[in-house]
C-alpha cells in the first residue's frame, strides 16, 4: 500500500477512511522500524501537526519521542502529587525543546498546571511567613526534582561556618556572607510567588518534565537537569540564581574553598558508584571489577583522576555576585560564569572564575548522573544504562535509553545535530552568554558541550 | 522518683508559658535534669545497649566534647568520664557489646572510645566534617560507618587506617540510620538512598524524597518480626514522611504528617513552621518520638497514624532525643540548634538534657 504523502504532512482528509497507508497510526503493533523514517520525515514537515493518534500510541521507539512536546497529549491525567511509577513509562519523553512551550495544552493538563504553579506560590508565601528553615532546597511536589534557585545548607553547616569565622577573626564576612544568602533566598522566592513570564516558561517546562519524566530519577541527579530548564527562562531576569549549580553539587564547585569545607575533588559523580554489580561509566577510575570488600577504595577515590568533571561543591561556594545569570549558562567556556564565592572563604571572591569547569549546565552535559540522559559517546554512563535494576528502578528511561538507544539516533531530542542549527543559532551556542531574544529553543549540539 | 517499672505517670505541667517573665520554663515537663550538661548546644544523644547493664548516657556537644553519665533506676545521673575532640561533635554511638562509644565530629576524625580504659583513638578519616556515625554488626563482619559532608559513606574496621570500603553518595550526609541489615541515608538536596547490608554493603535502592524540603533526620523502624521494614524522614518544614521499603500498596501505606507547628488550628494565622530536629522510635512499642525546633516533643503511633501527646514548650529548642534499650527513658536535649541563625545564639544559656519517663506514654492507640 502507498504511503499517504498527506499523512505525512499531517493533513490527510480523509483519515482512517485514507485508501492509503498512515504508517504508525495503526496502533501500538504498527511495525516500529518503519515509523522511523517517516517520523522523521514527520519531523520536517511540522510539529504541530503531529497528529493526535500518535500520542496514543505507546512505544519507546522515537517515533513517539518525536512528538513534540507542546503538541502532545497525555492520554493518561497524571495525578498531581503522586505519580504511580508502573503506568506512565515510556511516555512522552521527547523534550523537543523546539516546540513552543506556550503551545496550548489539554484543559485538565491546563488544571494541573495551574495547580502546580498556584502550588508553588502558596508554598512560597508560607515558607516566608512561617519562619522556617532558608537554605533548603524545595520541590513544588513530592518525590520530584528540585526547583533551582534555593541552596541546601543545613544549620550544622552555618554554625560550623560561624564558629570557624569566629575562631579566625572574621566575623564579619560570615555576617555578609549570611546576608548575602538571605538575598538571593529572598529574591528567589519573590520570584517565585511573583510568577512573572519567565518563571511560568520555565515551571511549565518544569511541568512538563515532571509529567513526563519517570518519576524514578531523584534528587541531586534530576535537579541538574532542570537547570537547563529553569535556565533557559531564567535569562530574562537576569535575576541571581542562587547558584543553581551550586546546588547539585555540581561541577563548578571547584575553586570553592571555603575554610569549612576543603575541596573534595576525589568524588566523582554520584550515580556511578554506588553499586558493586556493575561497571561505572568511569572506565578510568574503577577498575571495573567491583570492588571487593576489604579492598581499598571502591569507587570514591579511584574516580578522582578520571573525573572530568570536579564535582566538589562545598556547600558555601556560591553566591553569585550580581551580574548574569546567563552567563552561567553558557555551554562554552567557564570563566563566563561568575561565580564568586562571597566571602565566605577567606579567599577572594574572583578567584572563584577561571577554573571552574564547563557543565555548567550539568544537565547535558555534567557527568552522567543527570536525569539519565547522559551525553552519548561521553565516558560517563548515566545509572540508567546500568543492568542493575533496583538502583534507578525500571525507570522507563533507562528502557528507552538503553534499550532503544533511539534516543541519540534522532539526536534532535536532546541534542541538536551541528548542521541542523542555523548560522545565528549556532552562533548563540558559542557565545559565552546568549542574547535575549536570540535563544535558541534546539537544544545545544553534542560537540559544543564542554565535559 | 523511680524512672523505671512504675505506672505512674509523670503528668504534665501545669505552669503557664506565655510570656511569664518570672517562671523558668527551661523545665516545663518537670523532667529529670541531667547533672552536669554539656557546655554547648547538644548535638547526638544515644544510651547504651542491652549488653550492658545499667544505663549509660552518652552526649556530644558544640563544646567539643563526648560526656558519659550513668542514669540510675532511682533517675539520678552521674557523670561518669569525658572526652574531647578538636571540633564539635555531631553523632555518637556505641559497638554492640556496649564496650565502645564511636564519635564523630567536625574536625573530619572518628574516634573510638573505650570506656574502660578511658582511651579514645582515631579510626576514621574525611576530608570534610563527619555528620553520622554508626556500628554495624553483621554475621560475617563489624564495622564503623561514617558519613560526612564530603560525600562519602565509608566503612572502617577500627584496627586499620584505611577504609574497608567506600560509597559514594550523591550529595553531602545529612543523616543517616542503621538497623541491621539495612541502613538508609538523607543527603543534601533531597536525596535519599536505602543500603543493604549482608555480606557487605551496597545500595539497594534510591528513592523520591516524599519531603518537598531538606531532610534533617531519618529513623528506621522495624516490623512485628523485629525485622527493619521502613524508615522516617524528618526535614526542616515540620513535617515527617513513614516510607516502607516494600510495602504492598505504597499510596496508602507511605504517608506524611506534619508536625513542630504552631497554630494548629487556627488556620488564619500564618503558621510557624518548624524544623524536625531528631526522630526515635520505641524499642519496644514501635511508637515514635519527634523533637523540633519549637522546644516540643511529641509522641505518635504510627500505625494509628494519631498523634499521642504533645509536650509543653521548653524555652529552646530541642536538638536531639534518644530512647534506651527497653523503652523506659526518653531522653531529649534542650539546646540552641542553629534554626534561627547567629542572632539568637546565647553562649551564656544552659544547655539541658532531660530524662522522662517513656514507659507508659508511648504505648500504641489500643486497636482493640
Known sequence: MAICQFFLQGRCRFGDRCWNEHPGARGAGGGRQQPQQQSSGNNRRGWNTTSQRYSNVIQPSSFSKSTPWGGSRDQEKPSFGSFDSGASTNRKEGFGLSENPFASLSPDEQKDEKKLLEGIVKDMEVWESSGQWMFSVYSPVKKKPNISGFTDISPEELRLEYHNFLTSNNLQSYLNSVQHLINQWRNRVNELKSLNISSKVALKCLWKIYTHLSPKIYGPDCSKFIILINKLSDVKDGINQAAPAFGFGSSQAATFVSPGFPVNNSSSDNAQNFSFKTNSGFAAASSGSPAGFGSSPAFGAAASTSSAISTSAPAFGFGKPEVTSAASFSFKSPAASSFGSPGFSGLPTSLATGSVRAPV??????????????????????????????????????????????????????????????????????????????????????????? | MSLFGTTSGFGTSGTSMFGSATTDNHNPMKDIEVTSSPDDSIGCLSFSPPTLPGNFLIAGSWANDVRCWEVQDSGQTIPKAQQMHTGPVLDVCWSDDGSKVFTASCDKTAKMWDLSSNQAIQIAQHDAPVKTIHWIKAPNYSCVMTGSWDKTLKFWDTRSSSPMMVLQLPERCYCADVIYPMAVVATAERGLIVYQLENQPSEFRRIESPLKHQHRCVAIFKDKQNKPTGFALGSIEGRVAIHYINPPNPAKDNFTFKCHRSNGTNTSAPQDIYAVNGIAFHPVHGTLATVGSDGRFSFWDKDARTKLKTSEQLDQPISACCFNHNGNIFAYASSYDWSKGHEFYNPQKKNYIFLRNAAEELKPRNKK
Open chain 1, 361 to 451: 549546565a550539568p544537565a547535558f552535559g555534567g557527568g552522567s548522573s543527570v536525569a539519565g540522559f547522559g551525553s552519548p559517546g561521553s565516558h560517563s554512563h548515566t545509572a540508567f544504562s546500568k543492568p542493575s535494576s533496583d538502583t534507578f528502578g525500571n525507570s522507563s528511561i533507562s528502557t528507552s535509553l538503553s534499550a532503544s538507544s533511539s534516543i541519540f539516533a534522532t539526536d534532535n531530542v536532546l541534542f541538536t545535530p551541528r548542521d541542523k542549527l542555523t548560522v545565528e543559532e549556532l552562533e548563540q551556542f558559542q557565545s559565552k552568554k546568549f542574547t535575549l531574544g536570540k535563544i535558541p529553543l534546539k537544544p545545544p549540539p553534542l560537540e559544543l558541550l564542554n565535559i
